[in-house]
């Protein structure tokens, strides 16, 4: 009895402490969020005066991340929701709807009346109930300097088949938060963790909420066990058999010291089980640990659940902070994970069959010809690594490892492709983080999301496929847009501070002022013209390789 009780007392304290801190946080960050909130209904006010749905046939919607991508769940259409985009100077902040119709492989743009207010970093969830709907909850919303924040705790959801937004009052729910996760569990929406953030605090979750699609009402969830650590942007996969859900990696940050931030990443993993009679259900942590190879550890990695309950996991960073510099791995990698089996294994295309065929033909007519003598490398494991270093000493790194062939079949066939592959190359996305992925027929469909370079972030506009069943090649849907790498430097406003500066000073510092801003302009252009040079990327054998201009 005494031990239970002990440990009583420390999850009650621990309780307590999060308490405080969510109180904390929610003090301090009140202020800020009151003048977004009046932001916000502005937004909202405008969004009023709309009384009919207005359907246009569109472009491929702009750059954006942290979006919503879902698969409609009757009809072979994607669903767009939300997201961001920075330019440099300025956040921009959307709730428009796109769907996309795969067979046509064309955008529309629905403006449907009293919809969400502008957000990134939301869930979004579709069941197939009456027609389909759309069920969204939570999300960010920034002001235009980027400088403030406002965490929703809102739950929407889109009746797919009328077109029509509703707003769900239901009290209980999570408290105001952003990259959390959330998926469908039987007749229930599970929401796992997030974050809230203000400009001076900021705390992350390990909560989790249930929402019943048949009473319309939260539940928070005491499930045994030992949780998950507190954090955002993890992995939230439903078990095949609807018993479970789970939890894979995951981003937070700690305050070390007073104005000093420690960012983690985790790569462990979680099992969350139901058991019992649905009205009397209980809940319970245990911790996976999954066969094969995993991913290297990441954050701002895309997750779509593929053919025969295995998760399909894409791209991401890993980023190392130094003192004086920022090193960040961007990956374009595919790994699957088998929720069956809980083993994870690395994704390697294999390129056309049909090209293949080919090369195999002249592979065998030619084997006379080839005497040099050379005996073939050894097949293993190959890290390759390409690096950009911008005139202010950022190293920008791309990183991919291509594990070693388990087969000799395997191995035959990359042999062939490296020989085919100067007329042939196999074309992927180039690496990135913050992409949408959705899953429709066994194929897997990714979206956009960002790129760094030093300081500069790029928003992608990019759209792929991947055939999961025959896991050949990706095709190219929508290419990326030069013109929409949009990049601008300082601010109007420190640029004015500057000239009257330079004026005070003379003719002298106006003429040093002008020769920076070249500089600078000139330093824009080198580092856009070397991230175009990455995103065209041609690849051999699974292998990135590239040239810097």
Known sequence: MGKKGKKEKKVKGADKTA??????????????????EALIAEFQNLDARKTQVVETACAPPPPRLNASLSAHPEKDELILFGGEFFNGQKTYLYNDLFFYNIKKNSWVKSEIPNAPPPRCSHQAVVVPQGGGQLWVFGGEFASPNGEQFYHYKDLWVLHLA??????????????????????????????????????????????VFSFSLDTFSWSRLTPS?????PRSACQMTCTPDGTGVIIYGGYSKLRVKKDVEKGSIHSDM????????????????????????????????????????????????????EEETLEGDFYNDLYLYDTVKNRWFPVLLRGNKTDKKKRRRGKKEGAEKE???????????????????????????????????????????????????????????????SAMAAVRQGKLFLYGGMFEVGDRQFTLNDFYCLDLHKLDQWEVLVEMDPKTQEWLEESESENEEEEEAAVAKGAEGEEEEES????????????????????????????????LE
């Open 516 to 547: 920076e801003e070249e500089s600078e302009d000139e330093e824009g252009k080198q580092l856009s013209s070397s991230f175009l040079s990455y995103t065209y990327l041609s690849f051999s054998s699974n292998r990135c390789e590239t040239s």
């Open 270 to 321: 979680f099992l969350l089980k139901r058991e019992g009679k649905e009205g009397q259900e209980k809940w319970s942590w245990s911790r996976l640990s999954p066969a094969g190879n995993k991913p290297p550890p990441r954050s701002g990695f895309s997750m779509a659940v593929g053919p025969a309950g295995r998760a399909v996991l894409f791209g991401g960073v890993c980023d190392e902070e």
């Open 19 to 36: 308490a405080k801190m969510e109180k904390k946080v929610s003090k301090r960050s009140k202020r800020e969020e009151e003048d977004l």
């Open 371 to 433: 005497d040099d003598g050379e005996e073939p490398a050894p097949q293993g494991p190959t890290e390759v690594i390409k690096e950009i270093v911008t005139e202010d000493g950022t190293v920008m790194t791309i990183k991919e490892v291509i594990p070693a062939a388990q087969e000799e079949e395997e191995e035959e066939e990359e042999e062939e492709e490296d020989e085919g592959s100067a007329s042939a190359p196999l074309v992927e996305p180039c690496p990135r983080s």
């Open 225 to 229: 066990g030992s949780a998950p650590s």
């Open 162 to 207: 009328t077109h029509t937004w509703e707003n769900i009052k239901a009290p209980g729910g999570p408290s105001g938060r952003s990259g959390h996760r959330m998926v469908l569990s039987k007749r229930q929406l599970l929401v796992f963790g997030g974050f809230h953030e203000s400009t001076k605090d900021f705390i992350y979750y390990n909560d």
